[in-house]
């Protein structure tokens, strides 16, 4: 069996990334979806979907040093959920019980131009930003 997730959306806030105790990189997005639709009495409403993605090795360094709050980015990978196959749940501050939608990262791909704030000294020799994570040399 086979399964894959394809998202296209913007950081919801600046990557998180941590090493596990055996060395191994791990960077957390935080990934917002968009949908614009009309309703069944016409009007038109938005919709977001966040998900939370894990990005492993030296993927995760790049994404870690490349990415920030607002960037558009593509990301393949794999759903993860609870033993019985469901969404993760959670619990919020006003006691209600939400779902978290998890994806463990295979690719990660930088969408989009870089804001104007950012200098093209981060990239030297380059004119532009690299387009994925598995671009950068290591």
């Known amino acids: 069996m086979f399964q894959k997730v ?3 959306g913007n950081l919801g806030r600046d990557p998180e990334m941590r090493y596990t105790p055996g060395g191994q990189a791990v960077t ?3 990934v917002a979806t968009n949908r614009r639709y009309t309703d069944s009495s016409g ?7 966040w998900f939370r993605v894990s990005v492993w090795g030296k993927q995760a360094e790049a994404t870690n040093q490349y990415l920030s ?7 393949e990978g794999r759903l993860i959920a609870d033993e019985n196959g469901n969404p993760k749940t959670f619990s919020r501050q006003d006691g209600t019980t939400g779902a978290a939608f998890e994806v463990s990262a295979q690719t990660v791909r930088f969408l989009g131009g870089r804001s104007d704030a950012e200098s093209m000294d981060e990239f030297p020799g380059s004119s532009s930003m690299p387009e994925s994570a598995d671009d950068i040399p290591f």
């Open 6 to 8: 394809i998202l296209v």
């Open 28 to 30: 957390n997005l935080s």
């Open 43 to 49: 009007e038109q409403r938005d919709e977001t979907v």
């Open 69 to 75: 709050k607002g960037r558009q980015v593509l990301v």
